[in-house]
Nanobody, 127 residues
């Protein structure tokens, strides 16, 4: 079983930055592809960013490309989401997710492909 715990959310003004962290339990973190998703009130959960187990491949939603950066530190069992130039439309609960797969280059954008989820952290961007 894998437990994921997000942190780093909060209230920020438009144009500001936040860095989310997701700490994973377990000794096999390096075999997980990781992803970040978000869900705004009244909307479906949507893909934000993903990274393969090695950290060599990343993928972003068009809405965050150039503003957000996903990274991971396998020694610390942690994945990060650096969010810059935040906009009010980025307001949502952000979730990290883990997919048990150790194939280099594989990232997932579909929530159903992930095996484990965190509880989420609220990000609110004021205008």
């Amino acid at each position: 079983q894998v437990q994921l715990v997000e942190s780093g959310g909060g209230l920020v003004q438009a144009g500001g930055s936040l860095r989310l962290s997701c700490a994973a339990s377990g000794r096999t973190f390096s075999t997980y592809a990781m992803g970040w998703f978000r869900q705004a009130p009244g909307k479906e959960r949507e893909f934000v960013a993903a990274i393969d187990w090695s950290g060599s491949s990343t993928y972003y939603a068009d809405s965050v490309k150039g503003r957000f950066a996903i990274s991971r530190d396998n020694a610390k069992n942690t994945v990060y989401l650096q969010m810059n130039s935040l906009k009010p439309e980025d307001t949502a609960v952000y979730y990290c997710a883990a997919r048990v797969i150790n194939t280099i280059g594989v990232v997932s954008t579909i929530p159903q492909e992930y095996d484990y989820w965190g509880q989420g952290t609220q990000v609110t961007v004021s205008s």
